[in-house]
């Protein structure tokens, strides 16, 4: 199946520092990717829709200043969790569709922050 | 965003066929049914995806009866390794592409030996 990869595969960084997921696909063109977050032993809860060239569609409670979403490729899209704090510690995923309309998800990205 | 319903937690041993059933009453039209399986810390992986009637893979087989109401998935002879977090999501269409999925809380399936 088509691959979607995400980088990198777990950070840590300060607190009130900013730490930058980046969300690719391998093998397609993707017009929109999605971001999740997924806390332990949870279900994947959505955050936004990335969509190239244009703004992200941010899910009801996600506040768009703190995660910084950036589509400026068909392959690729960045989150920047900005001004980090142990609350965002998190795991976080991407999925793309592929053309056969297939969505397809990272491998995910473990953030701490301390 | 049509809802899912499936069950928590399914148990099982090795080699058995195993079936988790999922309702979905308010799917759409354009929906499609598809089915994930994730392990701890990885994001979810792609088993099955269907939109009416049965579909086959090399892993699992997805059966969905004429109303598209509910959805099965059927793990032939599963094993230790199959012991992970079976997600029953619908999904459709916007102008751009697919529609972003919602994930339920999926049922977590335990293969003992």
């Known amino acids: 199946g088509a691959v979607v990869s995400q980088h990198p595969s777990w950070v840590i960084c300060k607190s009130g520092t900013s730490v930058k997921i980046e969300c690719r696909s391998l093998?397609?063109?993707?017009?929109?990717m999605f971001w999740y977050r997924q806390f332990p032993k949870q279900s994947l809860m959505l955050m936004a829709t990335?969509?190239?060239?244009?703004?992200?569609?941010?899910e009801q409670g996600v506040e768009k200043d703190k995660f910084l979403i950036n589509h400026a490729s068909l392959t690729l899209s960045t989150l920047t969790v900005t001004s980090a704090h142990p609350e965002d510690s998190s795991f976080y995923i991407c999925s793309a569709s592929d053309p056969l309309n297939t969505i397809y998800f990272g491998e995910g990205s473990w953030l701490t922050v301390v | 965003l049509a809802k899912t319903t499936q069950p928590i937690s399914m148990d099982s041993y090795e080699g058995q066929e195993v079936n988790i059933t999922c309702s979905h009453n308010n799917i759409a039209t354009n929906d499609y049914i598809t089915w994930y399986q994730q392990f701890p810390s990885q994001g979810p992986r792609f088993i099955i995806q269907g939109y009416k009637t049965k579909v086959t893979n090399e892993v699992a087989s997805l059966f969905i009866p004429a109303d598209r109401k509910s959805s099965t998935l059927s793990l032939p002879r599963v094993s230790l390794s199959d012991t992970a977090v079976y997600y029953c999501l619908v999904g459709g269409f916007m102008d751009t592409g697919r529609r972003a999925l919602t994930f339920g809380s999926g049922t977590r399936l335990q293969v003992q030996p």
């Open positions: 093998d397609f063109q993707a017009t929109t």
């Open positions: 990335s969509n190239e060239g244009s703004k992200a569609t941010y």
